[in-house]
């Protein structure tokens, strides 16, 4: 009796833990998708269906396999047959020691499956003595994912969506150095990816290689490889100018790879999935000081980082622990200039915290002008900033706000001066010049500019200025079926038009399967996210990189000539950049302009 | 253009705390009716109004005003002329100096519109030597509220119920001592109620004086009320025997008088409200240990009294700085024999606690018998056992449960044990005699029956035994439409049966307006609540405490009675006693048994 009782009772009550979830369960996409694998795969993914049939005319003419050198700013699509006359037999690249540079190949699959994987050699030198070893070098498969189209006029991509309403098709973005070995059906492209790190005490010249492609381990064919080290040196990552800010999203790290947020585990993944952000130069840690600072617009929200308590006899209290714990794992993985903390006007204008009266999380409504914002703040950002100098970080902390009212935002910096008259403060949005004065951290959007004078100012007084782009955005953009050159022409951007850096929301709040199928319910595919699972990286993720290298290259080059009085050079650099000014943006040229505006910066 | 955005803003949000309510919102009751008044009225309140057409008819019999001692037993209908002949010209009360009795009267205004207020008078001793002063005497309103009606099938009380469902009826129950003057509108009744505390050191013998009711300040009537002082003692409330366990609603007190959980002015309601319990030997506090012990059962869930948190670290811990206060505020009432910690196995086993990690409120799903189960609370046990030494609380805490199914209760049972073999348990619920060893204070439903050697045993090594009524029972049972007869009985069936006292599951689990309308959305109206807020009383809970006092008395008696070898009283008090034994309970002779026992009682 009592065995029988208890037998049943586990079956209606399954002993589950918040954040602990079946490893065995299927997923399913955010378009109600299920993937035909377990959930969040990390080590090994299967693609989805490709939505878009094979066009077997067109593979009758390519009844052979092609194999080639293509172009890192070109997405291949896997359904088409790459045309031979594309690709390249041999590639020749250029390099700072120092830098990082890619290419990308092409397999199309025309006469029968194929069973890849790729041998790297070592590059050598030509008089031999020298070599840039092949584990400077990584290999890895280009991989498919869903993404889906603009807004139905073409005139953006905001707004919720549902995915039947939009085209879908598989794209190639994914970089997987994961996957050993991929196989390929007949009548199907694979990409892939060769990336090259350029170790500084490299000696300059030129160095020769070779990528092996194999099928069932039988070369298919050898790909010849060169790189010509140009004998001058890139500064590290951490040491760039550029200022990058990808807002990091530990949340949604903890619900993919299923670990408790701040455990041991969930640091592991973290260094794992932060890298790239910290190999680009990523400069800005994000960090929650509220409960969803954003409501709830990404899939894992972000919660407070700061434990808020009201205590029993009334006082304010605030524990500064996870955000301590998360600043000092960003600074340890090299992201030491600046932490943002988000944020003190939150899009639901509703407060959270822990009240010890009635043992429940609470919600304080008030807003920027009135008496409570006022106290409770003042109370929150005094503790903040002792808080901050004890730590050190006070003169690195911004309070950062996105996207409000002018007149909120004036309300909001006297509350934040009032608590401490040097709190410095970032902001992400429309065009205020009266804001100016006030905050050290200013965003535009794209189509907005700070004038000349102004940033000559700002720069004077150490103030950053930078812009962002986001779902109003056709182009240049980074939805995943953006071209990946558009992310590289930011940096480029940025050094046209004598901005410090670029913002974008979202580095990795990923969706429900982003390894799979990059949509979401609100905005165009990719939007949410640069980055893949398992310290994947994605065509869009290294385009912006590459244009990161060459703002540095380019800081590196204008000062030389200013200096030398090479004026010719000067204007010339100057010239090529006008090309990236806003007005001269053209989707078709920019791969164009890019490949002419580095081979510039290369022929120094 | 400032000012406007925050003008406009300051409609949109309105600043709001957590209980912090509109004092000049109208009121709504349970049932979707609106009060035309604010809401939760203290200090005064109108009735809503009569469902039932006034009897035109009858009142043309009653064409001047009946005015006249009533019966405590009675609820005296709103609508229906009192006859003459039911009532009394004059009333001859009998008391133990310490007792409280109470008389009721009744004024039909068959002739036009009164305005009724009553003037006391001391009651004075024949020889003039000793008086009672009118500061020992309460006068009230008798109020009425909307009750309804037991289920259709007249077997029970239980279950969802709308409003719609059943008749609506006003009924008297409240006592209302703090409204000063109150209209009777013409062909309608309306009762007072006379309370008389008889101070310890009353020199026995008669005491006589005048209830005076006037209307508009003119007398109407002036009623005699004499006292017969007996000389015997009364103990004071907190030294009596009888185990009365109401289960209090702190939460209730708070979310009706609008104040912040715990605060001074929550402290300064709950005096006012839990005064009655303690005036009736209320031995029990009721704790809740966890969040929600009976889900939302109750208008007012209760909330944790212990803060269950999980550290950054994974460690469990209890704060049990609200539990503290509240034991101690009880304590300092009066209620100092006993704490009931609810509870082991709430109805929906999820225990919430705060988790540092995700800054947020969570939930642990586990039941007994499973490791997680043990392990969080055998931390929570002995955290508690080592808080409740400390405090020198330890021998009067009981870890408390009601309703579960014996196997859970032996496997919760195990866990208690394992935390501390010395922790003291409760359980309310059927009767499994396997449980009787491990439980020290086990309550019974009434229809349930510990045998006379259980009951002997129990008594002998400290157990309590008592019993409880619920929505199962259609009478005896303290619904709002019950007669208060029954209540008074309840008493007296624990001394008939051998029992220590009785529990029931709400003293104070207010419905939303529970001065207006006592329906609920499950269970007769009444189910939910005894006492009416502002401190007010009900007939109910009179009578209740009627039948206290007499269990004391009864002990009294019979040990005198035994100890004098006066066989003759101790069988003629057993014999009256079986009138109270359940098989003996006849509805119709409820009041009149009470009347001889009590008669009985004062004849020593």
Known sequence: MKTTYLRLSLIFFCLTFSFSFSQTKEGMTHS??????????????????NPTPIPIQQWKKHTKNTIGWG???????KEVPTSKATLSEKINLQAWKGEKVSAQWVVSAGRKDLNISVELSDLKEKSGNSKISKNHMESAFVRYVLTDELNKDKKGACGHRKPADFDSSLVADIIDPITPTLKIAKHNT???????EIPKNTKAGSYTGTVKILSDNKTLKKLPISIKVIDRILPEAKDWDFHLDLWQNPYAVARYHQ?????????KALEKEMGHYANAGGKSITASIIDRPWDGQTHDPFNSMVRWTKTLDGQWHFNFEVFDKWVEFMMDQGITKQINAYTMIPWKLSFAYFDEASNKTQHLETQPGEKLYEEVWVAMLSSFADHLKEKGWFEKTYIAMDERPMETMQETIKVIHKADKDFKISFAGAKHPELYPDVDDYCLTLESEFSKAVLKERKKSGKISTFYTSCSHVA???FTFSSPAESEWYAWHAAATGLDGYLRWAYNSWVLEPLLDSRFTTWAAGDTYFVYPGGRSSLRFENLQAGVQAFEKIQILKDEFEKAGNNEALNELNKILTNFELENFN????????????EFLNSF
């Not at 109600?32 to 269906?49: D, I, N, R, Y």
Request: net charge positive; proline share 5%.
């Open 259 to 267: 670990t408790e947020l701040w455990s041991e585990a969930h640091f």
């Open 32 to 49: 109600g998708q299920k993937t035909g694998q377990q959930k969040f795969p990390v080590q090994s993914f299967k693609e989805l269906e």
């Open 476 to 478: 240049p953009n980074s």
């Open 71 to 77: 172009d890192t700013h070109s997405r291949y699509k």
């Open 190 to 196: 694979r990409p892939g990816w060769i990336s090259i």
């Open 587 to 598: 989707k078709d040229l920019v791969s164009k302009n890019l490949k002419e505006a580095n």
